[in-house]
């Protein structure tokens, strides 16, 4: 079955560090992958989309890579800031265009001042 | 970005109760919206796609007649959780997409008494 796995375990850093988020995925292929910010209590807010025949996407301090034959996209946040603490998930999407996404359980970042 | 919200934001409720809770697109029309419920530091799991002017699709393992979907209109859904137990306590979220990139609804944390 399809699979999406994200660090369980909360990433804790220091302001000013770059934040560095795995998302590996198993039985898929995606069409493109997605990143959420997640507060407590709050709907997922939306990042960057990466599409499967890019292999990097910025977005200001933000950072996504696309590997489709590792089945992995990092998600860089550079210079990080207190502000950026949140939990942060993968999403992948498929070619059929339906808009249906498979999400990953998330990562927890703690961004320490 | 587009705007989806959704009401109310909190309801509790006693167990056998029906609620109903509604997701709008603001400034976009959605003739797909999706419903997704997710648990204390979960994923996001989806239940079922809102179809405007049809039958909803659900996920397996969702019961059709305990979580009614209406899309009347193409600004509008609708989710009603019919005879509810504390079970289905939880923090629903629905999502909408002028694009590829989806947005998602503030949550409505469902308390099942």
């Known amino acids: 079955s399809q699979k999406i796995e994200q660090n369980s375990e909360a990433l804790n850093i220091q302001e000013g560090k770059t934040a560095t988020l795995t998302c590996n995925y198993t039985?898929?292929?995606?069409?493109?992958l997605q990143w959420y910010r997640q507060d407590p209590g709050r709907g997922p807010v939306f990042l960057l989309l990466?599409?499967?025949?890019?292999k990097e996407k910025r977005k200001e301090r933000l950072k996504v890579t696309f590997d489709t034959t590792l089945k992995q996209s990092l998600f860089h946040i550079t210079a990080s800031q207190p502000a950026d603490s949140a939990t942060y998930l993968c999403?992948?999407?498929?070619?059929?265009?339906?808009?249906?996404?498979?999400f990953g359980q998330g990562t927890t970042l703690q961004v320490k001042p | 970005g587009a705007v989806v919200s959704q009401h109310p934001s909190r309801v509790i409720c006693k167990s056998g109760t029906s609620v109903k809770i509604e997701c709008r697109s603001l400034?976009?029309?959605?003739?797909?919206m999706f419903w997704y419920r997710q648990f204390p530091k979960q994923s996001l799991m989806l239940m079922a796609t809102?179809?405007?002017?049809?039958?909803?699709?659900?996920e397996q393992g969702v019961e059709k007649d305990k979580f009614l979907i209406n899309h009347a209109s193409l600004t509008l859904s609708t989710l009603t959780v019919t005879s509810a137990h504390p079970e289905d306590s939880s923090f629903y979220i629905c999502?909408?997409?002028?694009?590829?990139?989806?947005?998602f609804g503030p949550g409505t944390r469902l308390t099942v008494t």
């Open positions: 999502s909408a997409s002028p694009d590829e990139e989806q947005y």
């Open positions: 039985n898929y292929s995606p069409a493109y």
């Open positions: 990466i599409r499967e025949n890019e």
């Open positions: 999403a992948l999407g498929g070619s059929s265009n339906t808009g249906k996404l498979i």
């Open positions: 400034d976009f029309q959605a003739t797909t």
């Open positions: 809102s179809n405007e002017g049809s039958k909803a699709t659900y």
